[in-house]
């Protein structure tokens, strides 16, 4: 796997970079689409609604492993150029293993606390045996999905951002005909909808590592190169992804306690709205985390000039981005939203947030592309402390708003902690730069 990044065009190389990774997370929110698609339509709004809290509870698992992914990434990408091939096998080993181990213990603990956590968000007793069951059919793969998401991010971070491309869509279409297979053809409800989850990333995996193991690792595992000191620098880069991966789920399950006062169709509609929203920004994320790659990897390297270059041209790349979504959004919200429901009460509570949310894009973009600098550089206090302040702002607002105006509340909680955000990154990475230049 060779570096992209580092010479060369930035414009066409941050491009070539980041198409493979924007297709990779839109074919894995793809999935996540199909299904809500096949359960809405065939199952009806009680199991969408079902397999939206379950979801939301599944959400505080996933951020350890979507921060151990992105600690993985990172870490990875800061030592490529500078590591030799046999401490570079080692690392990646070390990493392996320990998120084998953490997701065999969130295993344990899901199955511990997936009913306390679905009460907790008022899921309705109507609808509570099948987000159940979707539930805890998903924490039993997690051991699966950890280790071919966390191999998909180390690949990304030696440079290569094809391969895991070909594996997502690879899976992606695997899960969607399985959930075709098992919701249409052998009648298992959201049973089936999770297995289906499960058995492709488990195929996921066998053909990430076959891959990873072909082309970067020198030799076979081995017990006595499991170290302590990879997993301190492991968690040191992991713990504030965590921490932000965590923000978005404390806040979905705070905002579900509000839905579950509202009603079944307000759940339905917010749960095809945020899937909708979830899957657009795909091209802001993916294309902010190749900047931070491409900052990881300069950054190693002291080229100062070339990473301003980077922030700049990726200024005007998600401001083009943003706008395009915008108009996406208020052209064809009505359309967008009935491939997930035909329930009228629930297109109306999903046009109220896909009509006004758009209109924040921007300061998500701006913040994302800040939060890059801060993270290619390793700035993971300041990175962590925006990420905190931004949730707290999210929920305080939701918890003010939706009980006084109601469900138009979701989406001003959105508006006013996604500006702050923006505010908040711009203000970091100014105060880090002259801490960063002294360190080069």
Not at 60 to 66: C, E, K, Q, R
Not at 74 to 84: D, G, K, M, V
Not at 90 to 116: A, H, Q, R, T
Not at 153 to 168: A, E, H, K, N, T
Request: with cysteine; net charge positive; hydrophobic share 50%.
């Amino acid at each position: 796997m060779k570096d992209s990044l580092i010479f060369g065009n930035i414009s066409k190389g941050l491009l070539r970079f980041s198409v493979p990774i924007i297709l990779s997370m839109l074919a894995s929110q793809l999935y996540s689409m199909v299904d809500a698609m096949i359960i809405g339509s065939k199952l009806g709004t009680n199991a969408l609604a079902a397999v939206s809290n379950a979801s939301t509870v599944l959400l505080v698992f996933l951020f350890i492993s979507g921060g151990i992914e992105l600690g993985a990434n990172l870490f990875i990408a800061s030592i490529h150029s500078t590591t030799a091939p046999q401490e570079f096998t080692k690392i990646s080993y070390n990493i392996l293993f320990y998120d084998l181990i953490i997701s065999l213990i969130l295993v344990v603990l899901g199955e511990l606390f997936i009913l306390p956590l679905l009460q907790f968000i008022h899921t309705p007793l109507e609808i509570m045996n099948e987000a159940l069951q979707y539930a805890r059919i998903f924490i039993g793969g997690l051991p699966f999905l950890m280790l071919y998401d966390v191999l998909r991010q180390m690949m990304i971070g030696c440079g290569d951002s094809r391969y895991p491309l070909y594996f997502v869509t690879l899976t992606t279409f695997i899960n969607i005909a399985l959930d075709l297979l098992f919701v249409y053809g052998f009648h298992w409800g959201v049973m089936g909808a999770a297995f289906a989850s499960v058995i492709a990333q488990s195929i996921g995996l066998v053909c990430g590592f076959y891959r990873y193991y072909k082309q970067v690792l020198r030799k076979a595992f081995c017990w006595l190169d499991i170290q302590r000191q990879y997993f301190i620098e492991l968690v040191r880069l992991a713990f504030p992804s965590t921490l932000q991966q965590m923000m978005a789920p404390i806040s979905s399950l705070i905002k579900q306690t509000l839905l579950g006062t509202i009603g079944i169709s307000a759940i339905a509609g917010f749960s095809a709205a945020n899937r909708l929203t979830t899957f657009l920004l795909i091209i802001v994320y993916g294309y902010s985390q190749s900047l931070t790659i491409f900052i990881a990897q300069n950054a190693s390297l002291k080229q100062v000039t070339r990473i301003k270059k980077g922030m700049s041209i990726s200024y005007k790349t998600l401001m083009l981005i943003s706008t395009l979504l915008l108009i996406l959004c208020l052209c064809f919200y009505q359309p967008l939203l009935r491939l997930f429901t035909q329930d009228l009460e629930a297109l109306h509570f999903g046009a109220i947030l896909l009509l006004h949310e758009p209109w924040f894009y921007y300061f998500i973009a701006v913040r994302q592309i800040n939060e890059s600098y801060l993270r290619g550089y390793k700035k993971m206090t300041a990175y962590t402390f925006c990420n905190l302040v931004v949730t707290v702002i999210n929920i305080l607002v939701s918890y003010s708003f939706v009980p006084s105006i109601g469900f138009q509340g979701f989406y001003w909680a959105t508006g006013i902690s996604s500006f702050i955000g923006m505010l908040l990154a711009i203000y970091l990475v100014n105060k880090q730069k002259n801490k960063i230049a002294v360190g080069i």
